[in-house]
């Protein structure tokens, strides 16, 4: 499953031994967000619903307060359902907003590749 924001943003899923991780890539602003927004909504759809969700972020090259909504709404939700959001990879800028907006202390972030 997958969604593109033509030329500027794509979220692809795979599956890994933990559960789904989310390819992010490209520019996540208030444009892209609802195709991250769908994917995730996607992958936390699947029954039995996934003890961890993986956010990839290491091709996003644009990060602004759609893409940070879109993230702390999809903790919410898998919240509701006993899953974990972790982000991986963050970009500079992606690390950036997290850090000064402090959402980057709700989030479990992995520096490293997740796990395939």
Do not use: C, W
Not at 53 to 80: H, I, M, P
């Amino acid at each position: 499953m997958s969604a593109h924001a033509p030329g500027r943003f794509t979220a692809t899923v795979r599956d890994s031994r933990t559960g789904p991780v989310i390819d992010a890539s490209g520019e996540l602003d208030q444009d892209s967000a609802i195709y991250l927004k769908t994917v995730l909504r996607r992958a936390l759809a699947v029954r039995p619903a996934p003890p961890v969700l993986v956010v990839d972020l290491v091709g996003v090259t644009f990060f602004d307060s759609s893409g940070l909504n879109t993230l702390v709404q999809a903790r919410r939700d898998a919240e509701r359902q006993d899953t974990v959001v972790r982000l991986a990879r963050p970009t500079g800028i992606v690390a950036l907003v997290l850090e000064i907006t402090g959402v980057g202390q709700v989030f479990p972030v992995d520096r490293d590749v997740p796990a395939d």
